[in-house]
């Protein structure tokens, strides 16, 4: 029995089995975990996300798109979707994998994606280093041209943005921008990773990615070197004249960046300052 479609939209006609160099791929990805993220092949050459988002978007709400690069010896294309639900995802896997969808003359063949794919031809790669949940962000899928003002009003609409640093792009062929952001709390940033990451955020016209930054990632965006481990974002000051005022810490150290956190420590017998 075939699950009843959502929303009354219906599957298409079943198609042929799948081409030999797809059928073992899909035997080995079946297993993926279910998620809203799909990957997609046997689409024609030159579609573009566009077109895809248009096909797909009769289904259900399609957050993310990307063409993946051609593979010189695969005579399709492949692309990643996600979608606005697993629900809707599932619904895809479920009706149009090996079916043909409206607005194509040939079956697709859909799954769950893989994390750790890349590339039309879908083989597995190293996993990125796992992200600790932080006040500190990556993000990419910015339009090129944007510059660190216009990332600070655009996500400054959902919190306190300290830092902002565009990264330089690693081609000249790169279409988009990324940038490493400090939000001013964890809670911001955990809003923007989870609730933002894959939409449209207020201010821009495409989806972004959103992600916690990984450890290896300085905010040059270069990889960081071997530091002494004691080094950290919390310092101790002393010799501050006596009776200042947290407030007055904050206004002379925020002149040299953000001040997230300030306690004044009450001075021992004898100390002056």
Known sequence: ???????????????????????????????????DKVFMQGLPQGITEEQL??????????????????????????????????EEAKWLIGNLDKNIPKGLTSPVFIRYANAGVQGADAKPVAQAPVAVPSEKLYMKGLPLGFTEESVARVFGAYGSVVFCK???????????????????TLEEARFLAEKVDGAVPVGLAQPVTIRYAA???????????????????????????????????????????????????????????
């Open 53 to 86: 988002r248009a096909i797909f978007g009769e289904y259900g709400t399609v957050t993310f798109c990307k063409v993946l690069a051609p593979h010189p010896a695969k005579p399709d294309l492949a692309c990643l979707l996600r979608m606005g639900s697993l």
């Open 1 to 35: 029995l075939r699950r009843q479609p959502l929303d009354g939209k219906q599957p298409p006609p079943p198609a042929s089995p799948p081409p030999a160099h797809l059928q073992k791929l899909l035997q080995e990805q079946a297993s993926e975990p279910p998620s």
């Open 166 to 184: 565009l990264l330089p792009p690693p081609h000249p062929n790169v279409t988009d921008a990324a940038c490493l952001v400090r939000m001013g």
């Open 215 to 273: 450890s290896n990632e300085r905010w040059d965006g270069s990889q960081r070197p071997p530091v002494d481990p004691a080094v950290q974002d919390n310092l101790y000051v002393k010799g501050l004249p006596a009776g200042t005022s947290e407030e007055a810490v904050r206004a002379i150290f925020g002149e040299h960046g953000g001040v997230l956190s300030c306690r004044l420590i009450p001075p021992g017998p004898g100390v002056a300052d």
